[in-house]
């Protein structure tokens, strides 16, 4: 149970970024539609987080560290623009138009899916 609501979570921070940055658009002609698009984003994003993230930060570390963490901001970027190429590759109608886009947009969803976990934790 606690996976969909990781997905609904993430879905809704993608949904946000969608709403508030420029250059992050999700198509669909209706509402449900969307909806069912960014929650398969969602899953791709956790899916590439959990795969891909954990090597970057191992293989960067000392960039890390060197930068005091702000190296995971390009990182999560970069995770965002993989995503977005991931879901054109599944013909989902999510797309990320650069690297700035995907900068501010990999903000928005930290920030987001933080304050939405934070109301829905129940140790």
């Given amino acids: 149970m606690r ?4 997905v609904a979570i993430t879905a809704a921070a993608l949904w946000v970024a969608t709403l508030l940055i420029a ?4 198509e669909g002609d209706s509402a449900g539609r969307r909806a069912l698009t960014l ?11 959990a795969i ?7 293989l960067g570390c000392a960039l890390y560290v060197l930068t005091l963490g702000l190296i995971g901001l390009v990182v999560n970027a970069l995770l ?3 995503t977005s190429r991931i ?8 797309h990320v138009d650069g690297f700035w886009p995907a ?8 920030v ?12």
């Fill in 112 to 123: 987001v899916g933080w304050a939405l976990d934070l109301l829905v934790k129940d140790d």
């Fill in 103 to 110: 900068f501010a947009g990999a903000i928005v969803v930290a």
């Fill in 23 to 26: 250059g992050i658009d999700v």
């Fill in 87 to 94: 879901a054109e590759e599944f013909e989902l109608p999510f």
């Fill in 52 to 58: 891909i993230k954990p090597i970057v930060k191992t």
């Fill in 39 to 49: 929650a398969a984003v969602a899953v791709i994003f956790g899916l590439v987080n």
């Fill in 3 to 6: 996976i969909f609501l990781k």
């Fill in 80 to 82: 965002l623009l993989l």
